[in-house]
C-alpha cells in the first residue's frame, strides 16, 4: 500500500481522497484506506486507474481552500505543504 499523512484526507462530494500536485494545479484523487493511525493512513495502490494516487505523487498536506483542478500560483505555492507518498512492501 501507498503511506500518507492523515492530515491529507480530505472528502469532497462524499469520496474520500487527497488533493495531489498535478502540474501547475493540485487535483483530487479517490483514496482506498486499508489502515489508519493517528499519524498516517495506508491505502491501496491501484494501477488500472488514472485517477488514483500513485507512487512518488506530491500529496498535499496544507492548503486552504483546495478545489479539484486550482491553480497553483507562487503565493498558494508557499501555502502548500507535500509530501513524498512511501510504498510499504509487506514481505519485507
Avoid at 487527497?18 to 493511525?37: H, L, P
Avoid at 505543504?81 to 510504498?87: A, L, R
Wanted: glycine content about 6%.
Amino acid at each position: 500500500g501507498l503511506r500518507v499523512p492523515t492530515k491529507s484526507l480530505r472528502v469532497q462530494e462524499e469520496k474520500t481522497g487527497v488533493y495531489i500536485r498535478s502540474g501547475m494545479m493540485v487535483k483530487f484523487v479517490e483514496v482506498k484506506v486499508i489502515y489508519r493511525t493517528d499519524e498516517y493512513i495506508i491505502c491501496e495502490q491501484e494501477i488500472s486507474n488514472d485517477q488514483v494516487l500513485r507512487l512518488y505523487d506530491d500529496v498535499v498536506v496544507k492548503g486552504k481552500r483546495l478545489y479539484d483542478g486550482k491553480i497553483i500560483d507562487s503565493k498558494t505555492i508557499s501555502a502548500i505543504m507535500s509530501y513524498k507518498n512511501k510504498f510499504l512492501n509487506p514481505h519485507a
